[in-house]
């Protein structure tokens, strides 16, 4: 009888520690589980194909195997030449939209400038003096840089291709008082706190605010273009009308037109005449 007591003590002994070790394991789990972080990484991390549905699981994919936006491809081309990207709706971001075309050109020896608005004349200067300069063949006093002269002497070797004002200086690389001269003609500094608001856009392709033209850059020429002949020559050699309604202003892009929508440009055709967009959302 003792025997079988003690025998049932120990079976009991038995269950009981064997009961006391899953209790205490699954006391374990559920602390582990408990401290597991439970943030949402989608409120943590701007992680791109986060869905508010968090729970569900997603399948991981490899960035290049998903087709880049116009404005994704835009930016990464710019993103070479501008180092800071600026802030959706601000003025910068506004000037980058109607102006910043001439970004994405991809030549070594072709500078851009190092922000989109000078401050005065001796900023600009400074950044000017810094350019590798080249006459435009067979006129007064027009200066591009280099790379943009050549182009452009290039297609005015193969057809015949006039400045707007025949052979003058100011439609070519401009000096800050030039551009602002050019906007004081047709602008003030109402337009000009509009413009910074983003209330006004029109203006832009009329005239360039203080500072911020692309004639400041040694890139942008005024022609009198009228024929398709014209500016398929110039487009050939690439040159483009990259800033919408100014008829008479070509950038220098340096690339082929095939390359443009590979590089995010929309074009736009208004009154027969193809303008190359960059696809910076208007945000206001
Ligand atoms: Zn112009």
Same mark, same amino acid.
């Given at each position: ?204 392709? !009329? &005239? ?7 004639? $400041?850059?040694?890139? +942008?020429? @005024? #022609?009198?273009?009228?024929?398709? /002949? ?12 990259? !800033? &919408? ?7 220098? $892009?340096?690339?082929? +037109?095939? @390359? #443009?929508?590979?590089?995010?440009? /929309? ?18």
């Amino acid at each position: 009888m003792k025997r079988i007591i003690k025998k049932a003590k120990f079976i009991f002994t038995a269950i009981f520690i064997c009961l006391a070790l899953v209790a205490s394991n699954s006391i374990q789990r559920y602390q582990t589980v408990t401290n597991a972080p439970t943030t949402n990484p989608c409120l943590v991390l701007e992680v791109s194909g986060c869905t508010a549905n968090a729970q569900e699981p997603s399948l991981p994919s490899p960035v290049s195997s998903q087709p880049l936006s116009e404005q994704e491809r835009f930016v990464a081309a710019i993103m070479q030449n501008l180092k800071v990207m600026p802030e959706p709706g601000s003025y910068e971001y506004t000037l980058l939209r109607s102006y910043g075309a001439a970004f994405i050109n991809p030549a070594d020896n072709v500078k851009l400038p190092p922000k989109l608005i000078f401050n005065n004349e001796e900023d600009t200067k400074e950044f000017q003096s810094q350019l590798q300069l080249e006459k435009v063949v067979n006129t007064n006093d027009c200066y591009l840089q280099k790379s943009a002269a050549e182009a452009l002497n290039k297609a005015r070797l193969q057809f015949n291709i006039p400045l707007k004002s025949g052979y003058g200086a100011s439609d070519c690389t401009r000096s800050f008082a030039t551009n602002l001269r050019f906007w004081h003609k047709y602008a003030n500094n109402k337009t000009l706190e509009k413009v910074k608001q983003g209330k006004e856009t029109a203006i832009l392709g !009329v &005239v360039a605010p203080p500072g911020t033209s692309q004639h $400041l850059w040694g890139l +942008a020429i @005024d #022609l009198g273009v009228f024929n398709a /002949k014209q500016r398929q020559i110039l487009n050939q050699n690439g040159w483009f009308q990259t !800033v &919408v309604k100014d008829v008479p202003h070509w950038t220098y $892009l340096g690339v082929s +037109a095939e @390359d #443009l929508p590979k590089l995010g440009f /929309k074009n736009q055709v208004i009154q027969g005449i193809t303008y190359w967009l960059t696809p910076l959302y208007r945000l206001l």
